[in-house]
């Protein structure tokens, strides 16, 4: 089963409201969470690495004012794309890595943003 | 140079084909190495870790080459389900950092 969730899965909003998505690993617990998005077609872009208890790193040309990303405790970390814009319009993805050495990441189910 | 190197594709096989992904690594401190499977509008999903004296599962066989820096696996009997795109994943330095290949799609045609 799923080890870590996302939720919504989908979401349609209008220009200009901001919407949050959360990621929550679901039987470990995960100081660090990893944001990506993807367009059609293209490979998962890293957006940002979640850091619990302290602000997150954002990559390079991502704007953190934009995508806010809270990770409040060791299960949960949210996404929240504020006053979002049709060409923010894509797949959400968090990923998780599980405790310990050579642990592999576990993604969440994703989220499709479509902003209209 | 970008940590890891994959070729996109796409690569389209008949049924039953034997077909083989490479991908290249830069760091040779490199730590962990995984195979990822991400079919259209979906999430990747871990397919197997790479262990450093190959591990096989079913028609699947991963192997690693420390010495040339990369990965393959190599996916035997193709079946149309076997259509998605295969990322590579590679952890390393600085702390334990995930860098992923921009994945190669796989198309089985019956």
């Known amino acids: 089963g799923a080890v870590v969730s996302q939720h919504p899965s989908w979401v349609i909003c209008k220009s200009g409201t901001s919407v949050k998505i959360e990621c929550r690993s679901l039987?470990?617990?995960?100081?660090?969470m990893f944001w990506y998005r993807q367009f059609p077609k293209q490979s998962l872009m890293l957006m940002a690495t979640?850091?619990?208890?302290?602000?997150?790193?954002?990559e390079q040309g991502v704007e953190k004012d934009k995508f806010l990303i809270n990770h409040a405790s060791l299960t949960l970390s949210t996404l929240t794309v504020t006053s979002a814009h049709p060409e923010d319009s894509s797949f959400y993805i968090c990923?998780?890595?599980?405790?310990?050495?050579?642990?592999?990441?576990?993604f969440g189910n994703g989220t499709r943003l479509t902003v209209t | 140079r970008k940590e890891v190197e994959q070729d996109p594709g796409p690569f389209n096989v008949p049924e039953g084909a034997t077909v083989a992904f490479n991908c290249t690594y830069s760091?040779?401190?490199?730590?962990?190495f995984f195979w990822y499977r991400q079919d259209c509008r979906k999430e990747p999903k871990l397919l197997m870790s790479?262990?450093?004296s190959g591990n096989e599962d079913g028609r699947f066989t991963a192997q690693l080459n420390r010495a040339s820096q990369y990965i393959s696996l190599l996916i035997r009997d193709s079946k149309l389900s076997d259509s998605a795109t295969y990322l590579c994943?590679?952890?390393?330095?600085?702390?334990?950092?995930?860098?992923f290949g921009t994945g190669t799609s796989l198309t089985v045609i019956p």
């Open positions: 979640s850091n619990e208890g302290s602000k997150a790193t954002y």
């Open positions: 039987d470990f617990q995960a100081t660090t």
């Open positions: 760091n040779s401190a490199s730590q962990s």
């Open positions: 790479v262990y450093s």
């Open positions: 994943v590679v952890t390393g330095p600085p702390g334990n950092q995930f860098y």
């Open positions: 990923s998780a890595p599980r405790p310990g050495f050579n642990s592999p990441l576990h």
